[in-house]
């Protein structure tokens, strides 16, 4: 059987190993992506239902996050 020489064979496996490392890499990133967009939805739960709290508390505002000062929001008829 005929066979590619040493060098050359180094070189495949050296390039494959390489491309099963970025494989995976990925997979981590995606894995850790997908963890975070579901810190992100469970923050934003956190903050809806805070918000719902101080609408509440002060009714419809708007708050300037800088310095805790807030508008009161009208409806317009």
């Known amino acids: 059987m005929a ?5 050359q064979l180094e070189k495949i ?7 099963e490392e970025v494989v995976i890499e990925i997979g981590v990133l995606e894995s850790r992506k997908h963890a975070l ?3 992100v939805s469970d923050v934003n739960k ?3 239902d805070y ?8 009714g419809k ?5 800088s310095t805790g ?8 008829e």
Do not use: A, R
């Not at 066979?3 to 060098?7: A, C, D, G, N």
């Open 3 to 7: 066979k590619i020489t040493e060098e």
């Open 46 to 48: 956190v903050l809806e």
């Open 37 to 39: 967009l579901h810190k």
């Open 61 to 65: 505002i708007s708050i300037d996050l």
């Open 13 to 19: 496996v050296k390039q494959n190993k390489e491309l």
């Open 69 to 76: 000062e807030y508008t009161e929001i009208t409806e317009e």
């Open 51 to 58: 918000k719902q709290e101080l609408e509440q508390e002060y």
